[in-house]
């Protein structure tokens, strides 16, 4: 899903939920079966790394999300600055841990998972994009009845 300064993009079409993800990047990094109802929307990842600037090491991120029901969702939650920038962090590796997980064992969980997320916990991706990401996977337990990580709720 992440890609590295050259360029590689990594993804692969899942069943039912359109579901892009771009990363402007200019530094080098790789990292991003509860009951899944068949109406799923069909999904897609593609990650694109770029340099920003040729001079300094900065970098940008940027995350959107393909899913007509996604922003009408995410305008319902509270204000990205709600929880912290390492809440959401937290949250993002074990929801992508499990994700991962399940995306490797497609024979256990189905072909929902079909994009693996390479996000790592080492990059700072700031706290827009960790704020959609966590709530993306708030969107897919809210939308499709599908839990990554029981939050013991």
Same mark, same amino acid.
């Given at each position: 899903?992440?890609?590295?300064?050259?360029?590689?993009?990594?993804?692969?079409?899942?069943?039912?939920?359109?579901?892009?993800?771009?990363?402007?990047?200019?530094?080098?990094?790789?990292?991003?079966?509860?009951?899944?109802?068949?109406?799923?929307?069909?999904?897609?990842?593609?990650?694109?790394?770029?340099?920003?600037?040729?001079?300094?090491?900065?970098?940008?991120?940027?995350?959107?999300?393909?899913?007509?029901?996604?922003?009408?969702?995410?305008?319902?939650?509270?204000?990205?600055?709600? *929880?912290?920038?390492?809440?959401?962090?937290?949250?993002?590796?074990? $929801?992508?841990? %499990?994700? =991962? /997980? #399940?995306?490797?064992?497609?024979?256990?969980?189905?072909?929902? *998972?079909?994009?693996?997320?390479?996000?790592?916990?080492?990059?700072? $991706?700031?706290? %827009?994009? =960790? /704020? #959609?990401?966590?709530?993306?996977?708030?969107?897919?337990?809210?939308?499709?009845?599908?839990?990554?990580?029981?939050?013991?709720?």
């Amino acid at each position: 899903m992440y890609t590295n300064k050259s360029n590689h993009a990594l993804f692969t079409p899942a069943t039912k939920i359109l579901f892009v993800l771009l990363l402007i990047s200019g530094v080098s990094f790789q990292s991003c079966k509860t009951l899944k109802k068949s109406s799923a929307p069909e999904q897609k990842v593609d990650l694109v790394g770029k340099d920003t600037t040729s001079t300094e090491d900065s970098t940008e991120y940027e995350l959107i999300v393909m899913d007509q029901g996604f922003e009408s969702y995410l305008a319902t939650q509270p204000s990205s600055n709600y *929880y912290s920038q390492q809440y959401y962090e937290n949250w993002n590796q074990q $929801y992508v841990t %499990e994700w =991962n /997980y #399940r995306h490797d064992h497609p024979l256990t969980y189905g072909d929902f *998972y079909q994009t693996r997320i390479d996000y790592s916990p080492h990059e700072d $991706y700031g706290l %827009e994009l =960790n /704020y #959609r990401l966590y709530y993306y996977f708030q969107f897919i337990k809210d939308e499709y009845g599908i839990v990554l990580v029981d939050r013991g709720r």
